[in-house]
């Protein structure tokens, strides 16, 4: 697999270059990756990933579209449905790997 283009704020840009509102990292494309670990059993890999998606929430819980990359704040549409099924999922293979 071809390195990840992680962001200093810990998460994952949609792709190499990605500058769309100004290149924040995803939390959709994070908990992508956090699904590829869990695949192939890399628990501590998908974990971070999971943990990094969890402090990206607001005050109230919800789930953003981006995380900005310049304060690590919750950013653009709030809350994403997508984000929260995908962190559905992450969170349903981190118990069922009984790693979470």
Same mark, same amino acid.
Request: proline share 5%; with cysteine; charged share 20%.
């Given at each position: /697999?071809?390195?990840?283009?992680?962001?200093?704020?810990?998460?994952?840009?949609?792709?190499?270059?990605?500058? +769309? &509102?100004?290149?924040?990292?995803?939390?959709?494309?994070?908990?992508?990756?956090? !699904?590829?670990?869990?695949? &192939?059993? #890399? +628990?501590? $890999?998908? $974990?971070?990933?999971?943990?990094?998606?969890?402090?990206?929430?607001?005050? !109230?819980?919800?789930?953003?579209?981006?995380?900005?990359?310049?304060?690590?704040?919750?950013?653009?549409? &709030?809350?994403?449905?997508?984000?929260?099924? /995908?962190?559905?999922?992450?969170?349903?293979?981190? $118990? #069922?790997?009984?790693?979470?």
């Amino acid at each position: /697999m071809k390195a990840l283009t992680s962001h200093p704020v810990g998460g994952i840009k949609r792709y190499e270059n990605d500058n +769309y &509102i100004g290149g924040n990292p995803w939390v959709l494309a994070t908990l992508w990756v956090a !699904l590829y670990y869990i695949e &192939i059993k #890399e +628990y501590d $890999k998908a $974990k971070d990933y999971f943990k990094w998606a969890t402090k990206s929430c607001t005050a !109230l819980g919800l789930l953003p579209e981006q995380v900005s990359k310049d304060n690590g704040e919750p950013c653009w549409v &709030i809350p994403l449905t997508w984000s929260h099924a /995908m962190y559905v999922l992450v969170l349903s293979g981190l $118990k #069922e790997a009984g790693v979470l």
